[in-house]
């Protein structure tokens, strides 16, 4: 917006990448990414999960320093926590020996504030958020939507330059979190909110159209930034306006839209079992079978075409929650995302009508020719001489690509193999063995007794 | 409206009035008040060692004085430790060079049999407070701070690493300077498993209370007034009626302190969890709901607030509880050889010393004698964990599994775990002299007395822990009663077992140095083992065997620890976790 293009800039990240060391290797969280706060204006930063947004936030807060780049706050390059934020957690962070009134003036009490201007300034915020009698309440006391007020009274008491909110409503229902919300709005509108600019990392996308005036997308593995959309709309902001939908279509069609290029292969992976089959840098998306199917069932019930907003409403999923199948099911052949909408394929609609022995076999058939994982234990079973493969060797494997997310990798592809009935999984002995293998049956009941 | 008129306004209410509970705190806080200081007072005499009683009247009319001063030696070790907790912990949580050092220092110290040093520490205390009982009291005190404050340390600093990372977060954005991140973060954070091992601790301190009491070193003997001393005096005189007075003034003491110290004190951590919900049994406490009652407590809190709020202006300086993002590298590698360098050169020296020691006086062949000895004492305590684990695992699980007995059974079990078992030595030691047996069999029964219980006490805790919903599920299953132990309370209790285990052996070979050698009636009877070498080596003063028969014995207890008790941790944590 052109009005801010004027105002102060409170918090400059230039060029930030943060990674973390891993077993086998390092994982990149953050990637080259830049972006300016300016006094007055509310940022909402959007991605699903693993796009690394509450990292980001920790450098901005100086909770984390960035392996490379710098986060400045107006202008002094952070060496330690930001003097000029405070934080809003998504698990609210009170601590639960203090009462409310305690909880709020704690960081009062950090600052050196005198004990009777400390109560009043406490008192004024618990006022301002709404949480009036509450004061001698200890935070286990209260629903999550009051401990949330509590959280924004102790952030707010400090008045800091620069409120930070890490997914702040994402614990609490539905109701709830609406309510809180539309009081912060409210709040910002009439300016009894004493902090005027505002970042809020979010995974909901109402949620940051709703709040925000600048949405900056984030791209994952590695996060970067995807894109940023200004959000000109006059607040309070209706939901139902053909305006917000069109916005909420376009950040759907971002997120599923061109996937980031394939993840550059770090080292040399080599196995003596089988030679490494290609693409498996493509991630096999965390989404469970039952999902996949359920996804499609629902696609063919719609007709074959249902906008991914509308989705995510019906079956009351978060992004993270749909976004993950959506990409399991583009993989798969069996749909295809087109902008805002999700459209099944031929494959798909044979899929979702076949009973579930059929369905398991197309699947085992589609899982070996698109997901490389998969393919990937499959070849290398039938490769090896005993028809049995260590987990830890394939887990090694993919520590070198995936860092932290490896064992995911690898679980994801002992629930498809399973349900394609492609390998089993011993846990007791660590192998991956194919169905013909001596131990296969013994394995699974055996299995099924020692889990939970 | 006329119904409001009726009740008294809330000023009426709220008036300050004598209420019964104020008049029994009061009086609490006096009789607490005399009792230490006339304690402190016989701790303090000015004394001549040359004269220094060797032993202490086994008059039972003395018994309650003596039971004084020995709870003074156990709260103060407890104070001790309690510091000792709060500065190690917290600088090996928050320094990280500091974290490397202390905890494989204390890993070692917690393995390393502490009455073993009792000689070394008892000369150095003597030394240190010339002329006064004082040092006497300090070695025995420091006995007990051996026994406890590795633990709690141990124990506070996994709560203070596994601290919630937003806690963590959220204070740092507020910028709590580091007296306040540690009064309001870390200590309420840490607060309840503190308490609980600091309870446990002081259980097993008795055992050392009652062995730092009386002791012989280098052909010294000293007696301090107190319980232990009491029962050694009338062991050595073979007086077993005046036993009893000590067992039942034991009883009184331990249960007492439980009473007025311990489930108070854990009642009132109940605010400290940091789970949503309260726990279905809360624990709960007549005496902390006493105070509850009473406003002298609040009255206290307030008169104190301002030195609170002294204390708070006067750390500031100290600085926020902060660390910097980055750090030159080359700043930070030179730190960390200049480290290194200090730490390989004292541990060279000590080794250097402890070497030079030994082989100028007694030669390096005596490690072998002590090593043969060692695997004597070995066999001992592997009967005694197979024994206990057959005659316990059956009876703590039945136990545990029924919440009805479970509720009867705990205070006893907590009475028998923390009574210290050499006070009933003496019956067992008549016994083995009256039917003949010889100590080298019966020392394992004396060994098993104190080290047995922990055991049972973690097996019962494994059983209760065990889901109602998977108890269910296997009896609606029809499971025979062998398959439901093989398949379900096997593996349910064993992570539990495992670390009753690591402590009952640890207890063993701590207990072999008093169970191996003991006097009785005027005549001492000796065991073949390294504790026995441990222990007639202290007595006589020999420095040097000393040191050989510690170091043994922590190689052995260290060596299991590692070879044997950390693998089944391991099979325990990854395959049985509920």
């Known amino acids: 917006m052109s009005m801010t293009a004027t105002a102060t800039e409170l918090i400059t990240v230039a060029n930030v990448s943060k990674s973390f060391a891993t077993d086998g290797g390092e994982k990149t969280v953050l990637s080259d990414i830049s972006l300016t706060i300016r006094e007055g204006e509310i940022v909402a930063l959007l991605g699903r999960s693993g796009s690394g947004k509450s990292t980001l936030l920790r450098c901005i807060a100086g909770l984390i320093g960035p392996t490379a780049g710098r986060v400045a706050y107006r202008g002094t390059r952070l060496n330690g926590a930001n003097p000029g934020t405070a934080l809003v957690f998504q698990s609210f962070a009170l601590l639960p020996w203090f009462t409310v009134l305690e909880n709020v003036e704690l960081g009062l009490e950090a600052k050196g504030v005198k004990p009777a201007e400390r109560r009043e300034r406490a008192l004024r915020a618990i006022d301002v958020i709404g949480l009036d009698g509450f004061e001698s309440a200890y935070p286990k006391e209260l629903s999550g939507g009051m401990r949330q007020r509590v959280g924004f009274a102790r952030a707010l008491v400090v008045e800091p330059d620069v409120l930070l909110m890490d997914e702040p409503f994402s614990a609490l229902d539905v109701l709830t979190s609406e309510n809180l919300r539309s009081e912060l709005v409210r709040m910002w509108a009439d300016g009894s909110m004493p902090t005027k600019t505002a970042l809020i990392v979010t995974h909901n996308i109402e949620e940051a159209i709703q709040l925000a005036d600048r949405v900056l997308v984030l791209d994952s593995n590695p996060g970067r930034i995807k894109a940023e959309l200004a959000v000109g709309l006059p607040k309070p902001r209706d939901r139902r306006s053909p305006e917000f939908e069109a916005l909420v279509d376009e950040v759907y069609g971002i997120l599923t839209g061109q996937k980031a290029e394939a993840r550059r292969t770090t080292g040399e992976s080599t196995t003596t079992t089988a030679p490494s089959g290609p693409g498996l840098e493509t991630p096999l998306p965390t989404a469970s079978t039952g999902a996949i199917g359920g996804l499609l069932e629902l696609l063919a019930a719609h007709g074959g075409t249902e906008g991914l907003a509308e989705i995510a409403d019906e079956l009351r999923y978060e992004i993270d929650d749909l976004l993950p199948v959506v990409d399991a099911a583009n993989l798969l052949n069996l749909a295809r995302p087109q902008g805002p909408d999700l459209r099944i394929t031929e494959q798909g609609r044979r899929y979702a009508a076949s009973d579930l022995l059929r369905a398991k076999e197309q699947f085992a058939t589609l899982a070996v020719e698109a997901a490389p994982l998969v393919r990937h234990i499959v070849r290398a079973l039938r490769h090896s001489d005993s028809g049995s493969l260590r987990a830890d060797d394939v887990l090694t494997e993919l520590k070198a690509l995936y860092g932290d997310e490896a064992e995911q990798q690898l679980d994801t592809a002992i629930d498809w193999g399973r349900y394609g009935e492609l390998y089993e999984f011993d846990s007791d002995s660590d192998r991956l063995l194919l169905p013909t293998h001596p131990d296969a049956a013994a394995g699974a009941d055996h299995r099924d007794a020692h889990e939970g | ?578």
Do not use: C
């Open chain 2, 1 to 578: 409206m006329p119904l409001l008129r009726q009740v008294p306004g809330v000023g009426a209410l709220s008036r300050p009035r004598l209420r019964w509970a104020d008049v029994l705190i009061g009086a609490g806080i006096a009789v607490v008040f005399y009792l230490v200081v006339k304690a402190s007072l016989g701790a303090a005499a000015p004394i001549n060692l040359e004269t220094a009683p060797q032993s202490v009247s086994t008059d039972p009319a003395n018994l309650p004085y003596y039971a004084l001063r020995s709870l003074l030696r156990m709260f103060a070790a407890l104070a001790a430790s309690t510091v000792f907790t709060f500065v190690v912990s917290t600088a090996a949580a928050r320094l990280p060079r500091a974290e490397k050092i202390i905890l494989p220092a204390l890993d070692i110290l917690q393995s390393v049999p502490i009455l073993g040093f009792l000689s070394v520490t008892v000369t150095g205390f003597i030394a240190m407070f010339p002329g006064s009982t004082l040092g006497l009291e300090a070695a025995s005190v420091f006995a007990i701070f051996t026994s406890q404050a590795w633990n709690m340390a141990f124990s506070f600093h996994s709560s203070l690493v596994a601290q919630a990372s937003d806690l963590d977060e959220a204070a740092r954005l507020m910028r709590l300077t580091k007296w306040q991140r540690f009064w309001k973060v870390d200590v309420p954070s840490g607060m309840i498993p503190l308490v609980w091992n600091g309870m446990m601790s002081f259980g097993g301190g008795w055992f050392f209370l009652a062995a730092s009491e009386a002791i012989s070193v280098g052909n010294n003997s000293y007696a301090l007034p107190g319980v232990g001393a009491y029962v050694a005096a009338a062991v050595g005189a073979g007086e077993l009626d005046h036993v009893w007075w000590a067992i039942a003034t034991m009883a009184v003491m331990v249960l007492g302190v439980n009473f007025l110290f311990w489930r108070p004190l854990v009642a009132w951590t109940e605010r400290f969890r940091q789970e949503d919900t309260a726990a279905a049994d809360r624990p709960r406490s007549v005496v902390l709901e006493v105070l509850s009652h009473s406003t002298i407590p609040r009255g206290l809190g307030r008169a104190f607030a301002p030195v609170g709020r002294g204390l708070d202006a006067a750390m500031r300086p100290f600085g926020v509880a902060e660390h910097p993002l980055f750090v030159p590298a080359i700043r930070r590698r030179a730190t960390d050889v200049v480290l290194i360098v200090l730490v390989a050169a004292a541990i060279a020296y000590g080794a250097y010393w402890a070497y030079d020691f030994i082989s100028s006086n007694i030669g390096l062949g005596s490690f072998g004698e002590a090593f043969v000895l060692g695997l004597v004492t070995l066999l001992r305590v592997a009967v005694i964990i197979v024994l206990a684990t057959i005659v316990w695992v059956p009876v703590g699980v039945w136990i545990g599994m029924s919440p009805k007995i479970s509720r009867l059974a705990q205070p006893v079990v907590q009475l028998l775990a923390s009574f210290p078992a050499n006070f009933l030595f003496p019956f067992a030691i008549a016994f083995f002299v009256a039917t003949n047996i010889p100590l080298d069999v019966g020392g394992i029964l004396l060994m098993a007395l104190g080290s047995q219980w922990y055991i049972l006490f973690n097996v019962i805790a494994g059983a209760s822990a065990i889901p109602t919903d998977l108890r269910q599920a296997m009896e609606s299953f029809g499971l025979s009663r062998w398959q439901r132990w093989r398949r379900l309370i096997l593996p349910a209790i064993f992570p539990s077992f495992v670390t009753g285990g690591i402590t009952a052996a640890g207890g063993a070979w701590n207990a072999s140095i008093v169970a191996e050698v003991v006097t009785y009636n005027h005549e001492t009877i000796t065991a073949t083992g390294l504790g026995a070498y441990i222990a007639q080596a202290t007595s006589s003063g020999d420095m040097a065997r000393v040191l050989v028969g510690v170091i043994v014995m922590s190689v052995f207890v260290v060596g299991l620890n590692r070879l044997f008790w950390r693998r089944l941790y391991k099979i325990a944590e990854t395959r049985f976790s509920l």
